[in-house]
């Protein structure tokens, strides 16, 4: 009975993710909904037009919509921060089938099939958190080259270049992934947006409190007038001195975090200890139902230790 109900559930999960990708739909008419669409949306006010945008942005079933605009909006939003080519509807498709899976799992897994079931919010959870690290990382990586491209522009600023042509050359030089910003800053420009709107849509895109200083010094600049090399190369200074600091509290707080990756791996280490010394006892762990429930406890409470451990040694500067 498992194995059906499990058969049937998967059957039933990929006829949902078909027809989320609009698996045998006509690209014609897909095509011809979109040029409609962009007719009637250029004869809106610009208000009307976000507002129609987010409402297009919910993600709906039969009908039903299951994901409001606002999040299907901040779904997006975090797709592209994460430098994923997702979409609201792909992520959403992408998370009900984890859960899925991870609810199949739970159910044989599990002795009792309704405790199976709670693995379901789990996948969900991850793969929120699966993109809230692509975003950190990627963030991470950026951060870490803006302080050389304030360094480039400053220099170009000073050689004579202007403000789009200093960007420009900087992105020729600096890798992945603040180049793919810049690049996409100046393409923006060049559809015809204003430097402003473009470096605020980047801002937007980017969602880092230093590229928020950084741009909001430039629109200032732009505004009030003013050295721009000399006040890029002091919010260069002053981000460079943060990193210092940064540096000195990771050095205070190695041994805290040491702690923390003692602490998670001690329990691991004995369980594979105890099943080289006894495997018949240990084994119990694995296939009694009362052992899996016991590790799964285990895992969690494993999990929910090292976070709060992170989080205290994670000092914000």
């Known amino acids: 009975m498992l194995i059906l109900a499990a058969i049937s559930t998967g059957l039933a999960a990929t006829v949902f993710v078909l027809w989320f990708f609009g698996f045998g739909s006509s690209q014609v008419e897909a095509s011809e909904r979109l040029r409609k669409l962009r007719e009637a949306e250029s004869q809106l006010p610009q208000a ?70 709670l693995f379901a919010p789990l996948g ?20 870490g080259q803006l302080v050389e491209m304030l360094q480039m522009l400053s220099s170009g600023l000073r050689a004579g270049f202007g403000l789009l042509q200093a960007m420009e050359a900087s992105a020729e030089q600096i890798p992945a992934p603040l180049s793919v910003e810049i690049r996409r800053m100046l393409r923006d420009t060049a559809m ?72 998670g791996g001690i329990p691991i280490g004995l369980l594979i200890i105890f099943y080289m010394i006894s495997p018949d006892f240990t084994g119990l762990l694995f296939t009694d ?22 989080r205290i040694v994670n000092i914000e500067v």
């Open 192 to 263: 015809g947006a204003s430097v402003e709107q473009a470096l605020a849509a980047m801002n937007e895109r980017v969602g880092s409190p230093d590229f928020d200083i950084v741009i909001t010094a430039i629109l200032i600049q732009r505004s009030v007038g003013g050295n721009l090399a000399e006040i890029l190369d002091n919010v260069a200074h002053t981000m460079r001195e943060r990193e210092r600091i940064k540096g000195e509290i990771r050095t205070l707080t190695s041994q805290q975090r040491m702690t923390g990756y003692v602490i």
């Open 289 to 310: 139902p009362l052992g899996r429930l016991m590790l799964t406890g285990a895992f969690v409470s494993e999990v929910i230790g090292y976070l709060i451990i992170q």
């Open 124 to 143: 969900w959870l991850l793969v929120g958190l699966w993109l809230k690290r692509r975003i950190a990382s990627r963030l991470h990586k950026m951060e």
């Open 48 to 117: 009307e037009a976000r507002a129609r945008l987010r409402r297009r942005a919910s993600v709906n079933f039969a009908g039903v919509t299951l994901i409001s605009g606002n999040i299907a909006a901040n779904w997006s939003r975090d797709l592209e921060r994460a430098g994923l080519t997702l979409n609201a509807k792909e992520y959403f498709t992408l998370r009900v089938v984890v859960a899925v899976l991870f609810a199949l799992v739970g159910v044989l897994l599990m002795p009792l099939p309704a405790i199976g079931l």
